[in-house]
């Protein structure tokens, strides 16, 4: 049986790759933000479903889609300055941001 502990070490140690790798390498348009969303999210999965044996990501995850849907309508519709790529992308970053958080809990 595997420890839940594994998965926020495993986490943990590749964002601060990417951060290394990153801060090396500034060529590159992707920012640290735009590369841990996805494993961040699955590392918080798996996490969550070693400690506690349930995992209810997938329910957090539908409902930050709903939140993101709705924040695109009203920004979209009422600001004339948020194009929808710049709206997807800071709502992309921000995910990954919301994971780390999350893990920290």
Do not use: E
């Not at 790798?21 to 640290?32: A, D, G, H, P, Q």
């Not at 044996?53 to 329910?59: A, E, M, P």
């Not at 924040?71 to 970053?93: D, E, P, V």
């Amino acid at each position: 049986m595997t420890n839940w502990w594994w998965w926020p070490i495993g986490v943990l140690l590749f964002d601060v790759g990417c951060f290394i790798i990153n801060k090396f390498l500034n060529k590159n348009r992707l920012n640290i933000l735009d590369i841990i969303v996805i494993p961040n999210w699955i590392g918080l999965h798996y996490t969550m479903g070693y400690a506690f044996g349930l995992s209810y990501i997938w329910w957090l995850l539908l409902a930050w889609l709903i939140v993101g849907l709705l924040l695109a309508g009203w920004l979209m519709s009422n600001t004339k300055r948020w194009r929808w790529q710049k709206f997807w992308r800071n709502y992309w970053r921000l995910s990954g941001l919301v994971a780390v958080l999350l893990f920290i809990f």
